[in-house]
């Protein structure tokens, strides 16, 4: 007995340890992420911003405006909000009806083409730049907006198939079956039924793909040649001069502003991310 309460204190301290073990992980990776975050924003209101993480003098605008300009910001920002918003909208459309009939029809094929799909992410960007580049010349859709917004849509199709067919299998075929039987078709019960009831999953499709399109910076760099087109995933690239010379402050001064459209679609979608498919009594009774 007096063995077995000499014993209760050290096993009782062995789950606080590990607990604050990985308190410690846990902020340290915190700590890892945060510190870019703190120099970009401590740069950005910083006349003489270096690489050092320093809290700057005193507080000036003067990086803003130096990039608030057409050429610098403006113009590059509407590129990119053409490019990522008509590739997200593409992406969405058809992988909605690429998973439909994944979802609700079996086939033979399903399994080869979802696996075909499956594969297809794997593929590095790279690896397929070079005859994507001679196709587009082929086909004069080189240097325009339409040719990038169709890439980026196409490289975002396999895994926003899979996402969209996963989020599909979710919703009741039950319900589908009913609007069917009132004389609804596959198309009117996919608009009216299936894609209400899965907003958090369109919503996931369409952040991840705008978000995956919006940092992209090799492949508009490969298909546009026209200044004025470039998005801001590649203007950024002017802040670094020659000779290994960086204006940190106006950088960080575009960095915030760059990533303002990501986290103002998140904000607006974040409701919609916080959902459920709380369907389980819509086929009872």
Same mark, same amino acid.
């Given at each position: 007995m007096a063995i077995q309460l000499a014993r209760t204190p050290f096993r009782s301290r062995r789950p606080s340890t590990r607990r604050l073990a990985a308190d410690a992980g846990l902020l340290a990776l915190a700590a890892a992420f945060? *510190?870019?975050?703190?120099?970009?924003?401590? $740069?950005? *209101?910083?006349?003489?911003?270096? %690489? #050092?993480?320093?809290? &700057?003098?005193?507080l000036t605008l003067d990086n803003f405006d130096a990039v608030l300009k057409p050429d610098i910001t403006f113009t590059p920002l509407l590129n990119s909000l053409i @490019?990522?918003?008509?590739?997200?909208? %593409?992406?969405?459309?058809?992988?909605?009806?690429?998973?439909? &009939? @994944? +979802?609700?029809?079996?086939?033979?094929?399903?399994? &080869?083409? %979802? %696996?075909?799909? *499956?594969?297809?992410?794997?593929l590095p960007i790279t690896a397929i730049m070079v005859p994507v580049y001679a196709l587009f010349v082929q086909v004069n859709?080189?240097?325009? /907006?339409?040719?990038?917004?169709?890439?980026?849509?196409? $490289?975002q199709l396999p895994f926003a198939i899979w996402l969209m067919k996963n989020f599909m299998d979710g919703v009741p075929?039950?319900?589908?079956?009913?609007?069917?039987?009132?004389?609804?078709?596959?198309?009117? $019960? @996919?608009? #009216?039924?299936v894609l209400p009831l899965m907003g958090? =999953?369109?919503?996931?499709?369409?952040?991840? +793909?705008?978000? /995956?399109?919006?940092g992209n910076f090799f492949v508009p760099f490969m298909l546009l040649l026209t200044p004025d087109q470039m998005p801001a995933s590649v203007s950024i690239n002017d802040f670094f001069g020659?000779?290994?010379?960086?204006?940190? =402050?106006? @950088?960080?001064?575009? $960095?915030?502003?760059?990533?303002t459209p990501v986290i103002l679609l998140y904000v607006l979608v974040a409701k919609r991310l916080g959902?459920?498919?709380?369907?389980?009594?819509a086929v009872k009774g």
């Open positions: 945060a *510190l870019p975050l703190v120099w970009v924003v401590l $740069s950005a *209101l910083d006349a003489h911003a270096g %690489l #050092r993480v320093q809290a &700057p003098d005193s @490019l990522c918003g008509g590739g997200t909208l %593409l992406t969405v459309i058809c992988s909605t009806l690429a998973a439909y &009939p @994944l +979802s609700r029809f079996r086939s033979r094929l399903n399994r &080869p083409f %979802l %696996l075909t799909i *499956l594969f297809a992410t794997s859709l080189i240097d325009t /907006m339409q040719g990038t917004i169709f890439f980026f849509a196409a $490289s075929k039950e319900l589908e079956e009913a609007a069917w039987t009132d004389g609804a078709s596959s198309f009117q $019960s @996919l608009l #009216r039924i958090p =999953g369109v919503a996931v499709v369409t952040v991840f +793909s705008f978000v /995956m399109m919006w020659n000779r290994g010379t960086v204006v940190y =402050g106006q @950088l960080a001064a575009f $960095s915030i502003i760059y990533s959902g459920g498919f709380a369907l389980g009594g």
